[in-house]
C-alpha cells in the first residue's frame, strides 16, 4: 500500500467511518468520498485488494451497524463479492443521483446489502 492510500485510508478512517455505519452510506457521504470510494470498490471487484481498502473499511462499518458478522462475510468469497457489487451498484445510484434529475430511494442502514427493488424517478423542475 502506497503513503497516499494509507493518508487516504486514515482520512476516510477519522472523516467518514468513526462517525458510525449510517456515515459510510452512500447518501451520507460527501461528493468527493462518494468519487473516492466509488473507485475504491470498483478496484476491490477487480480485483486491486490494496485500492479497494476503503472500500473494504466502508463495508466493514456497514455490516457491523447491520449486525451482521464481518468474520462470516469475509469466509465466504462468493458473499463478499456480491455485498461489494451491492455497494457498488448503490455507489452509482447516489453519483447518478447527485449528477441527473433522477431520484431513487437512497439505501439505508437496514436495506443495504438487501435485494432490494429500486424505485427510479426522473424529477424534472421547470424554472
Known amino acids: 500500500m502506497s503513503i497516499s ?3 487516504l485510508l486514515h482520512q476516510f478512517k477519522t472523516q467518514v ?4 455505519p449510517h456515515a459510510c452510506l452512500p447518501r451520507e457521504l460527501s461528493l468527493s468520498w462518494l468519487a473516492v470510494v466509488r473507485q475504491s470498490t470498483e478496484a476491490l471487484l477487480a ?3 490494496e485500492n479497494g481498502s476503503i ?3 466502508a463495508v466493514l462499518a456497514l455490516l457491523r451497524g447491520k449486525g ?3 468474520e462470516r462475510v469475509f469466509e465466504n468469497d462468493t458473499l463478499l463479492s456480491s455485498i461489494c457489487q451491492d455497494y457498488g451498484i448503490e ?3 447516489e453519483t447518478v443521483h447527485r449528477a441527473t434529475e433522477c431520484k431513487y430511494e437512497p439505501a439505508t442502514l437496514e436495506t443495504i446489502f438487501m435485494k432490494r427493488d429500486v424505485d427510479i424517478w426522473r ?3 421547470t424554472h
Open 47 to 49: 480485483g486491486d485488494e
Open 5 to 7: 492510500q494509507l493518508d
Open 91 to 93: 455507489l452509482g445510484l
Open 17 to 20: 467511518a468513526d462517525n458510525g
Open 68 to 70: 451482521v458478522s464481518p
Open 55 to 57: 472500500s473494504v473499511m
Open 123 to 125: 424529477e424534472v423542475t
